[in-house]
């Protein structure tokens, strides 16, 4: 059984052991479609995957180590290249890194002490990401409630409560109430924030809760009937914070104004954008109608090759020619070179026929109603429109 230094000081970086095995990776000894070499140690400082958390990474023996698992009781760490049975060998881990899933592990344990108790919901799930950690529960949660939890959690933080490892024994456990997640055999290792929470934890937690930093719970959605949490400690709060600092300044500088009026800044211009749009929509309806205006009134197939008009303003001019009594409209929007868009319908002919021919001929895709049909093709302009103009009988 490997030593585990991270139990008995979470702040250890550097140690040194013994390496007992170094064997190459199998699915014996590692999880995964993986290569390297699986090192156990007699002791360890290097934190295997387990409780939400990933594992710890670093250098040992000067090489690098990608993963820790613990697999039977054995703490196996994945290296890049082997090391040498029965050598005496220094372990280095990423500290800062260490650092920043402990904030993380022990701002979720605070949080959700805290919904449990204000709400009664168990946390049945723990993620800690690359980017931010998550938080499932088994109840909803609102906006409001989460700013209140927020605040709290991070009273906590300011209190600078020492937290607790204990390992109760089967009587001193049948006595106590703590969260757990899962079953567990054997010795149960309790973590406590006191007057906040005390739960079962196999991973690494800080000193005390000053070194959290900040708790920040950025976002929370509906989640298989509950709630999904997403929350940020200490450093990744900060540099959470530095980049929509750095964001909300260069919004507040396009927009002339303050950075904490900027969402107000935003909503006008919103509202000035939606009045111009609407004033473009009312003017290329204008465009669209006097288009359609030019078009002789004498019920033949048309074929329009257009630049300016696009998206629904295209069916709409369409359908101004058919109610001039044309027996088919085709309007194209786009060029030989990248292809078109296109819209073709009428009140005489059935078009989803039509336009099979006109996919096949011409590589579209698309289809619709029998008195209406759009999608994309590719050709030139005078062989789309000779092939119309002769499938509508008019050539």
Not at 187 to 203: F, K, L, S
Not at 373 to 379: I, K, N, P
């Amino acid at each position: 059984m490997t030593e585990k230094l991270f139990y008995q000081d979470s702040h250890l970086a550097e140690f040194e052991a013994d390496v007992q095995s170094c064997e190459p990776v199998s699915a014996e000894n590692m999880p995964g479609d993986r290569a390297g070499y699986a090192a156990e140690l007699d002791r360890t400082a290097f934190f295997p995957e387990g409780g939400g958390q990933y594992a710890d990474t670093g250098v040992l023996g000067g090489v690098r180590v990608l993963d820790v698992q613990e697999k039977d009781g054995r703490i196996l760490h994945l290296l890049e290249s082997p090391l040498e049975p029965g050598s005496r060998v220094k372990g280095c881990i990423d500290w800062e890194e260490r650092f920043m899933k402990m904030q993380q592990h022990s701002g979720e344990h605070i949080v959700s002490g805290l919904v449990h108790t204000a709400f009664g919901y168990n946390n049945g799930g723990f993620h800690l990401g690359s980017e931010d950690c998550t938080m499932d529960f088994d109840g909803e949660l609102t906006k409001e409630q989460l700013l209140q939890i927020e605040r709290e959690a991070n009273r906590a933080v300011w209190k600078n409560l020492e937290i607790q490892a204990l390992y109760p024994s089967k009587e001193e456990l049948a006595g106590m109430e703590y969260r757990s997640k899962i079953e567990i055999e054997g010795q149960v290792r309790i973590i406590v924030g006191p007057g906040y929470d005390v739960c079962a934890c196999c991973a690494p937690h800080v000193s005390r809760t000053g070194e959290i930093g900040m708790i920040k719970l950025t976002r929370v959605q509906r989640y298989k009937g509950g709630a999904r949490v997403t929350m940020l400690c200490g450093v990744r709060a900060l540099e959470d914070y530095e980049v929509k600092q750095e964001q909300a300044g260069e919004i507040s500088a396009l927009l002339c104004a303050k950075e904490n009026e900027i969402s107000e800044a935003v909503r006008h211009l919103r509202d000035e954008a939606d009045s111009f749009k609407y004033e473009l929509g009312e003017k290329e309806k204008k465009l669209v109608a006097a288009k359609a205006e030019m078009i002789p009134e004498d019920g033949k197939a048309v074929c329009i090759f257009t630049r300016d008009i696009e998206g629904d303003s295209m069916r709409l001019l369409m359908n101004m020619v058919l109610e001039n009594g044309h027996s088919i409209c085709a309007v194209f929007h786009g060029n030989d070179m990248d292809g078109y868009r296109y819209v073709i319908g009428s009140r005489l002919q059935n078009m989803r026929e039509f336009v099979k021919e006109f996919n096949a001929v011409f590589d579209g895709r698309g289809g619709g109603r029998p008195e209406m049909v759009q999608g994309t093709a590719r050709g030139h302009e005078s062989d789309i429109r000779a092939w119309i103009l002769e499938k509508a009988g008019e050539a």
